[in-house]
């Protein structure tokens, strides 16, 4: 069972990895909600180019290792929006005490919490971007970084007082990171979607 997990999500970055760099085109909706899907835990499985996730990161002096990877989108309007992957980190000592304490069913209710702000956290940030062409980019390439820099940083902002409020309420450090080069834009009519449902 876990094999096909990490199977699912090789697959995953595998293709978001072949689909960086290109300009992707949906069909028009008016549909603005952001949608995600989650997947098992992670040990960094590597992408199409052999680069491996970052497993772990440090926060505030504190050690967090990557426990879910998540996919989601949202629209601007009915022209613009992106998709990408977003790593969930967690610290593995407030993990075990929490499961100790409180049981392992509690980790669904925090996963949905920390899903739930992260897709608004996202919305909010693509509602704010310029989607639009960089007209000083010097190509294509250039101009998703620029675009991927500023979705990262608005996100980063969006989303650091609900982990702060999240970890005081739980007693779990966590964190949510954007992977960058996951990012799809649309340009010409945007769908949120899921890549792949759930098996």
């Known amino acids: 069972m876990k094999s ?3 199977f699912i999500i090789i697959a995953l970055i595998s293709i ?3 689909c960086t760099n290109q300009q992707t085109k949906e069909p028009r909706t008016k549909q603005d909600k952001p949608v ?3 997947t098992e835990p992670s040990n960094g499985p590597p992408t199409q180019s052999g680069e ?3 497993h772990s990161k440090i926060k505030n002096g504190i050690e967090l290792s990557l426990v879910r990877v998540m996919e989601g989108g949202a629209c601007k309007d009915d022209n613009y929006g992106a998709r990408g992957v977003f790593l969930v980190y967690a610290n593995p000592n407030d993990i075990e005490r929490i499961k100790a304490e409180e049981g392992k069913a509690v980790f669904g209710n925090f996963e949905k919490q920390i899903r739930d702000f992260a897709l608004l956290a ?4 693509v509602i704010d971007s310029d989607l639009t062409i960089d007209p000083f980019a010097l190509d294509a390439n250039d101009a998703q970084r620029k675009a ?9 902002a969006n989303v650091a007082d609900d982990i702060d409020a999240f970890t005081r309420e739980t007693g779990l450090n966590a964190d ?8 799809i834009f649309y340009m010409d009519g945007c769908e949120a979607t899921h890549l792949h449902d759930n098996p």
């Open 52 to 54: 491996v996730l970052p």
């Open 122 to 125: 996202f919305q909010k940030a």
């Open 4 to 6: 096909v997990f990490h």
């Open 36 to 38: 995600a899907e989650n």
């Open 148 to 156: 991927a820099d500023d979705l990262t940083k608005k996100f980063s």
């Open 16 to 18: 978001l990895a072949s």
């Open 176 to 183: 949510v990171e954007p992977l960058r080069r996951s990012f």
